[in-house]
């Protein structure tokens, strides 16, 4: 086990400069997700810790050794992939020995080790199946098999969600995050769904064209946006000049949805504004509502579904918004 | 290391043998001065501009005959409901592994001036036209080059989204305009694709015009009389013409490169469409269709199977059953049989060592190296193999590397012109093995090569397997470098064949003919068995 630390990292395709001097320190032990757009590098940046992919400049370590030199076989991280890529000429049990057979592990433990990996993922017995006869979600679970039973100093997951469907991606992102607590191996987790990013990182690293926009723990890149992209990426957001809230200062500001109320459940302290519901949508749990000030700018808000409350679009409307959760943004 | 050894094996037994070819044929006749005077004497003799423009013009005219026989074809077998339709699918491929040549001379054995059926309609009073010449070559080519238009614009027809046709039915087309303007277009680029192959085959052809020009002057033939020459070998007069075919093969491919890279709608069909639903008259029309080409296809290596075993004298038959073809057959012929056999079986095996390493580099790998890698391993498709030859023993007859007279030459002249087919399946294979297998089994701890060969290698084997045998099959049969490299003790099947076809001698050529279908039908039977087996389990 091993913090990671990249330095001035680089890697251009053509004119396009996929990951542009990348400085980045992850724990070790700790959860780290690069978050961000398709297209923003954090593929890339992932694959260059993994070894598939060259520095143009820059150097990786784990720890004390330098590793960005080193061939991908010899580099000792476990990493899970998109499209699972389990072996589909292999048992389960042969694709969670393959790391071990490699390592020359002696035989008589293997079996016992590939038994208590699949434990982990809750595949106990499945060893004798074969790929082709699992589901997309058993699949992942044995791609993850695979990668811890060989306890790599490092576990790199590429999207490993994004082929599930809704329900599972969200118990499985659970599970992945408690199983690397159990283990205490540092994680490096790419994603590009910011709710995902948010329930499973101590950190999380937000890039945008190659570079590292913000990294932080999840609730102050939400709560405290350094940018403009950081605001709006990382959820729903109001970017607004702040003279379009009646404020005198030359800043743009962001005010998320949710710091927004109907007046007359506000704080007395908490300013108001007046305008009228231009769109209304209810999504059950919450109802969203545009609401369009008398100067034409409009507001997004969300608020808990409220029965007893009858909302009509067209209808006049005063609303309230915590200033504290105003965040100016460069 | 692959991309090395890949370019030392093409260097030195495909470029250096053309570049030899080139050389020949731009230098005087005491092959000291450069000069471009060989050019300008054979582009001046009416006889080699004929021989020229009959080339062209038979295979542009099979290529368009094949196309207008296969597109109904394909149709039907992917959208019509057709009677025994697995049992057509089968027998269509067929043609494909057998040897054109020997159907050309059955052609001539049943329809030739003393042709069984020629003798027969004679005896009754109808007279037909002679088969020689440009007609019996075309149909021919027609006969056994349809599965390349054929097989791929089956498949396109079938991965056309049935979306597609439902949106332009949707938007007010009749069937017939929605096939018209939506579906044919789309299918377009495979039959180009597949008219194209064919076009090439008719170019680099020897059998065929061999059995059935007569003195209808064709390339590859009279490129072959130049260089073997009964009056006087003339290395750089052949030289010419093989570099005018080459030439003109590469032209042809760039055509269609240029052409089908700008049209690729391929569109990815979730489920093949549904058959249409047609009336009883379209349904038998469109079986009898299928089956009278599938079957008129396979007749002349059926009525040469048949013919076998009748008695010849000299040329002529007698209408009685016989062995005596295949005791001679037995005392003649077994060497090269033999020959067969194991050149078939040594040259699979090259062209699987050289192919599969090479297809892999060139589909994995992004490089500069790898794109030229890929077009020199494609090369050879585009060399006929009487010019491969002939530069095989301008190059290997003398110096260090003396190969002439031997079995190797052939067993190499035929890894050469097989392997642009092992790296196209090869890469297919690849391509459809994700690369993060790959990455995974890498950052578990094994080495790139353990990887190839513990993951990589077993995921091609069945296909690398099929490669294998219609390497063999089609190297059995192999006649045009055959034909100039054999030598001595080093006959094979294709060659006695050729022989007793020059001399006469009928029934062995009908005895090694059958011996020769049986050795190529074998292999692909238990292909086939094998692949059935292993989808069933």
């Known amino acids: ?330 | 290391m692959i991309a090395i050894l890949g370019f030392l094996f093409l260097g030195l037994f495909l470029l250096w043998p053309l570049a030899n070819v080139f050389g020949a044929s731009l230098l005087d006749s005491e092959g000291a001065q450069f000069t471009f005077g060989n050019y300008t004497r054979m582009l001046g003799r009416p006889y080699y501009r004929t021989a020229i423009a009959n080339t062209l013009g038979i295979g542009a005219a099979a290529t368009i005959l094949t196309t207008v026989i296969s597109v109904p074809f394909a149709f039907a077998l992917a959208r019509l409901p057709v009677a025994g339709k697995q049992a057509v699918q089968a027998m269509a491929a067929l043609p494909l592994v057998l040897p054109s040549f020997v159907s050309a001379y059955a052609i001539v054995l049943l329809l030739g001036n003393a042709g069984i059926v020629t003798r027969w309609l004679h005896d009754h009073g109808i007279a037909i036209g002679s088969i020689y010449g440009a007609t019996g070559i075309i149909l021919v080519y027609a006969l056994t080059l349809y599965p390349y238009v054929l097989l791929p614009t089956v498949a396109a027809f079938k991965a056309v989204d049935v979306s597609m046709e439902e949106a332009a039915l949707g938007l007010g087309s009749s069937p017939g305009r929605a096939v018209r303007t939506v579906i044919l277009p789309i299918v377009l680029p495979a039959i180009l694709a597949g008219g194209l192959l064919v076009f090439i085959e008719t170019l680099e052809n020897f059998g065929v015009p061999f059995v059935l020009a007569e003195d209808m002057p064709i390339f590859s033939v009279e490129a072959f009389k130049l260089f073997i020459g009964e009056t006087a070998a003339n290395p750089a007069q052949a030289g010419v013409l093989g570099v005018l075919l080459i030439l003109t093969t590469a032209l042809v491919l760039l055509v269609q490169r240029r052409f089908l890279s700008r049209r690729r709608f391929a569109t990815n069909a979730r489920a093949a469409p549904p058959l249409l639903r047609v009336g009883w008259g379209l349904r038998i029309a469109a079986t009898l269709y299928c089956w009278t080409i599938v079957l008129l296809a396979l007749v002349p290596f059926f009525a040469i199977v048949v013919l076998s075993f009748m008695e010849f004298r000299g040329p002529v038959l007698h209408e009685h059953f016989s062995l005596g073809n295949f005791a001679g057959f037995y005392d003649k012929a077994m060497r090269p049989l033999a020959n067969t056999l194991i050149f078939a079986s040594l040259a699979s095996l090259c062209v699987t060592l050289v192919g599969v390493p090479i297809g892999y580099v060139v589909t994995r790998w992004r490089s500069g190296t790898a794109t030229v890698l890929d077009v020199v391993a494609t090369l050879p498709f585009a060399v006929a193999g009487t010019v491969l030859a002939i530069g095989f023993v301008m190059s290997f007859n003398a110096g260090w590397l003396v190969l002439t007279g031997g079995p190797l030459i052939l067993v190499l002249a035929y890894t050469v012109r097989k392997v642009p087919f092992a790296v196209r399946s090869a890469g297919a294979i690849v391509h459809q093995i994700d690369v993060s297998l790959e990455e995974a089994s890498v950052s578990l701890g094994r080495s790139p090569l353990q990887t190839f060969l513990r993951i990589v290698a077993p995921l091609m084997v069945g296909g690398i397997l099929s490669g294998i045998v219609l390497t063999w099959v089609t190297v059995a049969s192999e006649l045009s470098a055959t034909v100039v490299l054999y030598s001595g003790d080093w006959r094979t099947l294709t060659v006695v064949m050729f022989q007793s076809l020059e001399g006469g001698g009928a029934g062995l050529a009908t005895a090694a003919s059958t011996v020769l279908i049986v050795v190529t039908l074998l292999p692909i039977a238990l292909l086939y068995r094998l692949v059935r087996r292993y989808e069933l389990g």
């Not at chain 1, 590793?67 to 991280?77: G, M, Q």
């Not at chain 1, 035989?107 to 499945?126: C, D, K, P």
């Not at chain 1, 499973?200 to 405290?224: A, C, F, H, T």
């Not at chain 1, 743009?252 to 109320?261: D, N």
């Open chain 1, 1 to 330: 086990m091993a913090g990671i630390h990249v330095k001035g990292a680089s890697r251009s395709f053509g004119s396009v400069r996929a990951v542009d001097q990348v400085d980045l320190e992850i724990g070790e032990g700790e959860f780290f997700t690069l978050l961000g757009p398709s297209g923003c590098g954090k593929t890339t940046l992932l694959r260059m810790i993994a070894g598939f992919c060259e520095l143009d400049a820059g150097e990786i370590r784990f720890g004390d050794k330098r590793i960005d030199k080193l061939s991908a076989h010899r580099r000792d991280v476990g990493m899970v992939f998109q499209n699972y890529a389990v072996f589909p000429n292999l048992t389960v049990a042969g694709n969670v020995a393959y790391g071990l057979r490699a390592r020359r592990v002696p035989a008589a433990e293997i079996g016992s080790q590939v038994e208590a990996a699949l434990g982990m993922v809750q595949l106990g017995g499945y060893g004798e199946r074969m790929p082709h006869q699992l589901s997309g979600g058993q699949l992942q679970r044995v791609a993850i098999a695979r990668a811890l039973v060989i306890r790599p100093q490092v576990l790199l997951f590429d999207e490993p969600l994004s082929n599930l469907d809704a329900r599972l991606r969200v118990s499985m992102r659970a599970e992945i995050r408690q199983l690397q607590q159990s283990l205490g191996i540092t994680a490096v987790y790419v994603t590009h769904d910011q709710e995902e990013a948010m329930s499973v990182s101590d950190r999380i690293g937000l890039m945008n064209q190659g570079r590292l926009e913000q990294v932080g723990v999840p609730s102050e890149i939400y709560r405290k946006p350094a940018t403009r992209f950081a605001a709006e990426f990382m959820g729903t957001t109001n970017l607004l000049e702040a003279r379009q809230l009646g404020l005198a200062a030359p800043v743009t500001v962001s005010l998320r949805p949710e710091a927004l109320r109907l007046a007359d459940e506000a704080p007395a302290d908490w300013p108001r504004l007046a305008g009228t519901i231009a769109a209304l949508e209810m999504l059950g749990p919450l109802t969203r509502l545009d609401v369009a000030l008398a100067n034409g700018t409009v507001l997004r808000l969300a608020m808990l579904d409220q029965p007893q409350r009858p909302l009509q679009a067209g209808a006049p409307v005063t609303v309230a918004y915590d200033p504290a959760r105003l965040v100016i943004v460069p």
